[in-house]
């Protein structure tokens, strides 16, 4: 089983959409979890960090469940600009290791 | 806003040739980092360093490679002698306590 595994799309949408992308883990003692922005050649950048008990920043919402190893992100109104790939990103217990999954790309469309 | 700077942004050598890639982490951050994302693949983890020594490595982080902070600023990592499967995009990151924030990459092509 891929340490962090995600569904690599492409997710064609519309503009104004809402989608949502899931992402599982494997290692059940990983202490925090991250959604990072990729654009094409360029580098991971951080959006949001997921806790427990569910946290939004704006149009984003991300949930993490530790019973099932499972992390989501939520995008509502999608724009244009959110065209990338969407990494889920897992520390490990020691807190000097990210793993990353293999990216989930998002196209929106006018 | 601060950021992570990395030299160059393009790297282009011979195969079994040492390289260099730098990088000046954000300059409050204590933890600094390499990872590499080979073109199409996922960004995957090399070393992570701590108060002047590795803290973490990975199994691609064999004796070709290595890491040093030379001075208050700079953050290396060096390959001693390139293979054709070392071309790929290595990416800097440093933190302070929380989320790692990333340099723009150097994309190293072995030839």
């Known amino acids: 089983r891929k340490e962090v595994e995600q569904d690599p799309g492409p997710f064609n949408v519309p503009e104004g959409a809402t989608v949502a992308f899931n992402c599982t883990y494997s290692?059940?003692?990983?202490?925090?979890f991250f959604w990072y922005r990729q654009d094409c050649r360029k580098e991971p950048k951080l959006l949001m960090s997921v806790y427990s008990s569910g946290n939004e920043d704006g149009r984003f919402t991300a949930q993490l469940n530790r019973a099932s190893q499972y992390i989501s992100l939520l995008i509502r109104d999608s724009k244009l600009s959110d065209s990338a790939t969407y990494l889920c990103v897992v520390l490990n217990n020691a807190g000097n290791m990210l793993t990353f999954g293999g990216g989930t790309r998002l196209m929106v469309k006018p | 806003e601060p950021e992570v700077t990395q030299t160059p942004s393009h790297q282009v050598t011979q195969m079994g040739q040492e390289v260099i890639l730098r990088c000046v982490p954000i300059?409050?951050?204590?933890?600094f980092y390499w990872y590499r994302q080979i073109l199409g693949q996922k960004v995957e983890f090399l070393v992570s360093?701590?108060?002047?020594?590795?803290?973490?490595k990975s199994e691609i982080f064999d004796d070709q490679f290595s890491v040093e902070r030379p001075d208050g600023s700079n953050f290396t990592l060096k390959i001693r002698s390139t293979k054709l499967e070392d071309s790929a995009m290595y990416f800097c990151?440093?933190?302070?306590?929380?989320?790692?924030?990333f340099g723009p990459g150097t994309r190293l092509t072995v030839l």
């Open positions: 360093f701590y108060n002047n020594e590795i803290s973490e």
């Open positions: 990151a440093s933190r302070p306590f929380g989320e790692q924030f």
């Open positions: 300059s409050n951050h204590l933890y």
């Open positions: 290692n059940s003692a990983s202490q925090s």
